[in-house]
């Protein structure tokens, strides 16, 4: 099991962004390794895991849809995420898990892009070994950016986001510091589309995450993107020194963060 490396990640939320263009370098083996230790050994919840695909990821990543709106090119290698879809709360667990290997890709100077809905998830199965009741939620291509200026550290993309009091529907964080380090951050994370399905809900010692529909839509589920802001709000905290712990809850609700 491994421990969430705070600094690092935490780092890692503000230097990450979407990247589709590759220069086909493959990462050196000392990076890949990296990879792989995380993928193996971050594992915070039962029925997901991450797998590195030492495999250009073109044919992954061909298909009608992608070619006009998710088209990656040259990413040399690819992560999967996969999901026991037996399993409870899968889908924000396998956000959560996603976003640490992809923060973990972004500090060792990888750019990165989840893609949920729009690849070829037969390709992806020729690939890697699936188990009874698993599926590839979603994968994620690792390389470096195709401009030197989109590399990770270099950018200066700007997040087109919406601000907190948009997605705060209860509670106020002004005078909570580890409460407003957790929502900043879980309002940079990455959802499919940009579509921020993540609300909001401050109490005394802890946040509510919920989704703020039951639709779905882009291949790719709201409760998944809501994992990805729960990562982000873990680490907000810790940041300031704030531990707490999850509980998963009934949809639309999706998990409460409470402070220990």
Request: a neutral charge; charged letters at 25%.
């Amino acid at each position: 099991m491994l421990d969430i490396p705070v600094d690092s990640w935490y780092e890692a939320v503000s230097l990450r962004h979407s990247q589709r263009k590759y220069s086909g370098e493959v990462p050196s083996d000392e990076v890949t390794a990296r990879i792989d230790k995380v993928c193996n050994e971050f594992k915070p919840f039962p029925g997901a895991r991450a797998v590195l695909v030492r495999e250009p990821a073109n044919d992954v990543f061909k298909g009608a849809v992608g070619q006009y709106f998710f088209k990656v090119t040259e990413a040399p290698y690819y992560i999967a995420f996969i999901a026991n879809m037996n399993a409870p709360n899968i889908q924000a667990i396998t956000g959560y898990l996603g976003e640490g290997v992809i923060l973990e890709a972004t500090a060792l100077g990888l750019n990165t892009c989840w893609v949920g809905g729009f690849f070829r998830r037969e390709s992806v199965m020729k690939q890697i070994d699936l188990q009874n009741d698993e599926r590839v939620l979603a994968i994620t291509p690792i390389g470096y950016s195709k401009e030197a200026a989109d590399r990770v550290g270099v950018s200066s993309k700007q997040y087109r986001r919406k601000i907190l009091d948009k997605l705060i529907v209860s509670g106020e964080v002004d005078d909570i510091k580890w409460a407003k380090s957790a929502l900043e951050a879980a309002k940079i994370a990455p959802s499919a589309a940009n579509r921020q399905p993540w609300r909001f809900q401050i109490n005394d010692g802890s946040i509510t995450v919920s989704s703020n529909s039951k639709r779905e839509g882009f291949g790719v589920s709201r409760r998944l993107d809501c994992g990805i802001a729960m990562l982000h709000i873990e680490l907000g905290a810790l940041a300031t020194g704030v531990n707490g712990n999850w509980e998963f809850l009934e949809f639309p609700d999706i998990a409460i963060y409470k402070v220990s």
